[in-house]
């Protein structure tokens, strides 16, 4: 019996609307296999997600990436980089002074501790400890020389600064990353219920030190 390329085009009009579905749901509303579905995912030259175990595909002209290259539909993280650890990568080059596992996480939206941990040596990344926090940075030798001076400075500014300590910045950050939505006043009152007694300041004064009030939704002082 021959394949009706028809109902591909059906499909895929129906897979534009609802924007973002599994393998599992392409092959059944596409009624073939799923090692067909991905065929056409790679003909369609889909976004695979970065998180949900990569279960979940988007048609490349849906996504509106942030200028970090990242996309959020219901829950579903996709990037314009590829996987989790090519975003990774492609947002320590791209960061000033490197990032450490809680400030990339801050920016994928997800936990990076389990994930770091299994891969230490990610390459083509450097990974230091900087006044006792690893900090991971470029492999290129004048990127990486720019950012670790850049990572130094920082820190030699955090005590000028009302920054929280790095046990209350993963605090914030994780919060944060649990509920992006929440302003910093609304970050303050939720960490107090805790009970961490985090000032608003202190917090806007984390975000804007490290970049990350502008990528934040609602957040205003």
Same mark, same amino acid.
């Given at each position: ?44 030259? &889909? ?7 990569? @279960? ?15 996309? @959020? ?6 990037? @314009? ?5 090519? &975003? ?24 990076? @501790? ?108």
């Amino acid at each position: 019996m021959r394949d009706n390329p028809g109902k591909y085009e059906d499909g895929l009009g129906v897979f534009r609307k609802q924007k973002v579905m599994s393998l599992k749901q392409l092959a059944t509303l596409l009624r073939c296999s799923e090692r067909t579905v991905q065929r056409h995912l790679k003909k369609w030259r &889909t976004y695979t997600s970065y998180n949900k175990n990569g @279960r979940y595909y988007v048609l490349p002209d849906i996504p509106i990436f942030d200028e970090d290259g990242l996309w @959020r539909y219901k829950g579903i993280f996709f990037s @314009r980089h590829g996987n989790l650890k090519q &975003t990774l990568i492609a947002l320590v080059n791209h960061s000033p002074a490197g990032l450490t596992s809680a400030e990339a996480g801050a920016l994928v939206g997800a936990s990076l @501790r389990s994930f770091l941990a299994q891969s230490q040596n990610i390459q083509p990344l450097c990974r230091e400890k900087i006044t006792g926090r690893f900090v991971y940075f470029s492999q290129d030798a004048a990127l990486f020389s720019q950012q670790k001076q850049k990572r130094q400075e920082e820190d030699s500014l955090l005590k000028l600064l009302r920054l929280p300590t790095d046990a209350e910045a993963v605090i914030v950050l994780v919060e944060r990353i649990k509920h992006p939505e929440l302003s910093v006043e609304q970050l303050s009152a939720r960490l107090h219920k805790k009970p961490h007694r985090i000032k608003a300041e202190v917090i806007k004064n984390l975000f804007e030190h490290h970049g990350l009030l502008k990528k934040t939704v609602a957040m205003k002082s």
